[in-house]
């Protein structure tokens, strides 16, 4: 007969508890109390408390007790939290908070290397970069960084950042140089990228490219000199970036291993990071004879395959430039 009473008693405490679990249930998908979406950081090793009490100074959930056990509960099922930064949206849920967090589906920083920066240069964005963890390590080889732009985490390291832009130069010039139409004067992928590297410097016009490229391979198979201003200003400057003063007289003819003006062939090595578009030019450039180029007062360049051709666009640079007042420089343009 005292049974009854027991049984009566347990079955109270099941509805009592199905209603709890109900009610919890009910806090945890009900829309939380951001009013606006925001950018929350969780950092490594937070915990969860640390990570509730953080959620919860950012007005994303309401109790972090609540919180705190639905994330373990939940942790069982579909896995921990994860560190990192995270956007929440506006009124998401106690329950929504935990499963964007167990995701992993962190914010994607965008990071853009500009074409042609040397090595150095690169390190030093990279090493300003907000959002990136540790130092930039040994500085990689010249050339060996493909420009582009990257999406990273926060807590990404700089130095996997390297090794990214390693592979894709790597990858790229890999592609690039099995679709290569270049007479044999250009031997290798690495005097490609050299060449590349010189026309990436010479030139900011896409459509100049292929052209600059073949005046250049052109000079090559002539035995010429290549002549190029951005090869003694890499001598110069050691990777450094320009001289803050235009070329001198002088600067072109002090020999170097990169002055092109007193050395035949390519230089040693590349003497900037250039991009897809310069080695694309390079492995298929232009059909042309020209030899000479030189600035045309537009940004651009105007061509020529003679040498009494290219002295009379000299002249008509020279009075752009006089025009200007600019007549500072003493460097004989290509």
Known sequence: MAIRPILG??????????????????????????????????????GGEGIARRLSEAGVIADPRLFRIAARIAAGRQGPLRAGEYEFPARISTMGTIHLLQSGRTVARRLTIPEGLTVRQIAAILNQTDGLEGAVGAIPAEGSLLPETYHFSYGDSRQAMVERMRAGMKDVLVKMWATRSVPPVIKTPEEALVLASIVEKETGVAAERPKVAAVFVNR??????LQSDPTVIYGLSAGEGAPNRALARADLEKDSPFNTYTRVGLPPGPIANPGRASIAAVLNPAVSDD?????????????????????????????????RGNAKDTTAPK
């Open 9 to 46: 008693y347990l079955a109270l405490l099941v509805f009592v508890a199905a209603l709890s679990a109900g009610y919890a249930r009910t806090r945890l998908d009900a829309p939380g109390p951001l009013a606006a979406a925001r950018t929350v950081i969780i950092p490594k090793g937070s």
């Open 291 to 323: 030899l000479y180029f030189v600035a045309d007062g537009s940004g651009g360049h105007v061509f020529a395959r003679t040498l009494e051709e290219h002295n009379r666009n000299v002249a008509r640079w020279r009075k752009i430039q006089n025009e």
């Open 220 to 225: 090559l198979k002539a035995g010429m000199r």
